[in-house]
């Protein structure tokens, strides 16, 4: 059975054409790229995933369970947007999520704190915006999940912090697990990525693994992503 699956998955808005007939199937224990540029369907797809929203046609499952209420215990998702209040301090962010998930682990939150340079006394409303972004995956990888739901989790770290993030995001999350990761960073991030899922105005246009793509075409995966989305 896939981790995760989705069948003819059609979400429509008003003023936004979301997503188009998307059917994907994952195994567990991979790291999977969730490319495209804004407005194609990233974050629309990740939380309908994450059973935050729901389609207008199709199904979604995980581990064999219809997205929703039943599947929160088994999904973590990182939205691009801080779920924390300003009023926060890191330590009491990590214990709202301690008290609300029961698969929250206390050991992994505080070694990630400690990795991330993050101080339980720090205020949230004080954190710079890639401070804050090292306090949300903290939170989202220090969940015994089944599947992780990272948007754009690099996205406002510096360069030079972003390889040992990425080493974070690597070493934080278990074999059993799947780990989807939405980003327009592609080359500072596609070393992790075992395979990657273009998304193009709503509809899956390349779904392969990442070994694959640089065997047959010689390409990068900031390479080949840059061809398909040059118009």
Known sequence: MSLLELKDVTKQYRNNRGLRQVSLQLEPGRIVGLLGPNGSG?????????????PNQGTITVNGIPAGLATKPLVSFMPDKPLTESWMKVRDAIAYYADFF?????????????FMKLSP????ESLSK???????????????????????????????????????????YTEDSTLIVSTHL??????????VVFLKEGEIVLHKEVEEIRITTGKSIDELFKEVFAD
């Open 130 to 172: 890639g401070m804050n972004e090292r306090l949300q995956l903290t939170i989202a990888l220090s969940r015994r999940a089944r599947l992780y739901l990272l948007d754009e989790p690099i996205g406002g770290v510096d360069p030079v912090a972003r390889g040992k993030i990425l080493d974070a995001i690597v070493d934080h």
């Open 102 to 114: 029961p698969d929250f682990d206390r050991q992994k939150a505080d070694e990630l704190l400690a």
């Open 186 to 195: 592609v080359r500072d991030i596609e070393r992790i990525f075992d395979e």
């Open 121 to 124: 006394a720090d205020r949230v």
């Open 42 to 54: 990233k974050t629309t797809l990740m939380k309908l995933i994450a059973g935050l929203n729901h």
